[in-house]
């Protein structure tokens, strides 16, 4: 499409918001500088930005195409697609393109920037791939959406456990030159969710989507489907066999809070143990019986409502009793001005030690007090990721608090 054509169909506007950090993707780049520009027209420099004291850029507001263009299937592209360069001191340059942006949404682009050396000086590019909902892609092989499991097999849960990181595998299982990327389980639902849904549905099909998203990835963790093949790898990238990662995609804040509410949840159907492996294709391209169809949710139904109209009178929505490589579990209540406590105090160490990677932070004593000082600690942490700013430590507040503390505290201790 040609610039002129694509800005005649960006008729309305959404965000980008641009987040630099380490490789390893906790600790903050300040002072980055970004050239943002239309990925068909890359020359074209159309926003000058720069990091803060947190990595972190204003929000950007952009042309996108109309909202109805991703309400429904439609022959045109329901996304605008963007391309940024990232320079930073002692970092290596990285080129990013195909970053989408929905109207009335906020794209998050997360920038991981590797250390320059001698040996590796060159620019690193990255490419992201069309959404499976508009480009051409293998639909799923149907699979039973219960497997089998026996006691003498290397199947060792005896429970559903929220698992810290996936392993996912670049390519179709049989690929052995594809990469293998370690990926935070919560940022592998993130990034399948935006591969694969657009963050303008409503909020009750972003939840049936993102819940089959997750309980599909728990059935491969639970049943160890690809460890038990021979494979050392959790899931896949190919369409085919599995769900589409795409390495290094930005990601929706509206997909991004849902996941942080749900992630513990999976599907389950009574007297079966692991989570069901739930299968769904777009519904319109690609149909299929029994299976969610990703498109229904304009028409006021709930999510358990969506989810039942395709799997089932008899699906229902579990939560995991246990998240893996986190310290202690949510307290089951909110902490706010005025609390005190064992549960006070940890999080204020948490949020101490966090506030020496992103000094934006306040730093606190802890005491075990939930006091003045401690709220606008709260606040800042919940501003710098992507949480309601509410100064109050709920549930997403609390596994967020303790996700990033655990992976500075890791990180401190390699270096």
Same mark, same amino acid.
């Not at 991981?112 to 001698?118: I, K």
């Not at 499976?132 to 039973?144: A, S, V």
């Given at each position: ?8 169909? @960006? ?52 042309? @996108? ?50 250390? @320059?050396? $001698? ?19 293998? *639909?799923?092989? *149907? ?24 392993? $996912? ?23 399948? @969710? ?75 159907? *009574?007297? $079966? ?12 391209? $690609? ?105 109050? +430590? ?20 390699? +270096?």
């Amino acid at each position: 499409m040609s610039n002129l054509s694509y800005m005649q169909k @960006a008729t309305d506007r959404g965000q980008l918001k641009i987040h630099v950090t380490t490789e390893r993707g906790f600790f903050p780049i300040k002072d980055a500088s970004i050239r943002l520009s239309y990925t068909g027209n890359p020359t074209e420099i159309i926003e000058e930005l720069s990091t803060d004291i947190s990595g972190q850029t204003a929000a950007v507001e952009l042309p @996108a195409p109309p909202l109805e263009y991703s309400m429904e299937p439609s022959e045109f592209q329901p996304y605008s697609e963007y391309t940024i360069q990232v320079n930073a001191s002692g970092y290596r340059p990285i080129n990013i393109s195909g970053i989408s942006v929905l109207p009335d949404k906020t794209s998050i682009q997360n920038v991981r920037m590797e250390t @320059a050396t $001698v040996e590796n000086p060159l620019e690193r590019n990255i490419v992201i791939t069309a959404n499976t909902l508009y480009g051409n892609f293998p *639909p799923k092989i *149907p699979e039973d959406e219960i497997k089998p499991m026996t006691e003498s097999g290397e199947i060792v849960l005896s429970r559903v456990v929220i698992p810290e990181y996936v392993i $996912v595998h670049d390519g179709p299982p049989s690929d052995s030159s594809a990469n293998d990327y370690y990926v935070r389980y919560r940022d592998y639902i993130k990034n399948v @969710a935006s591969s694969e849904i657009y963050s303008t549905w409503p909020d009750s099909t972003l939840r049936a989507n993102i819940l089959a998203i997750m309980s599909f990835t728990l059935n491969r963790v639970y049943t160890e489907w690809y460890r038990n093949k021979g494979y050392n790898f959790t899931i896949t990238t190919s369409t085919a066999y599995d769900q589409k990662f795409v390495y290094g995609r930005n990601i929706f804040q509206s997909i991004s809070d849902v996941v942080e509410e749900m992630f513990q949840n999976y599907l389950s159907r *009574p007297n $079966v143990r692991q989570p069901i492996l739930t299968q769904y294709c777009d519904g319109q391209r $690609v149909t299929c019986s029994n299976w969610l169809s990703q498109y229904l949710g304009d028409q006021n139904y709930e999510t358990i409502e969506i989810l039942r109209y395709y799997y089932g009178d008899n699906m229902f929505i579990n939560t995991a009793e246990e998240i893996s490589g986190i310290p202690a579990s949510w307290p089951r209540y909110n902490l706010e001005v005025g609390a005190a406590g064992d549960k006070v105090r940890q999080i204020q160490e948490q949020l101490a030690r966090i506030s020496q990677a992103y000094p934006a932070i306040p730093t606190i004593t802890p005491d075990g007090i939930y006091g003045e000082a401690t709220r606008a600690a709260v606040e800042k942490f919940q501003s710098i990721f992507g949480l309601p700013v509410t100064g109050v +430590v709920d549930y997403r507040t609390w596994y967020k608090i303790s996700e990033i503390y655990v992976a500075v505290t890791r990180i401190a201790e390699l +270096v």
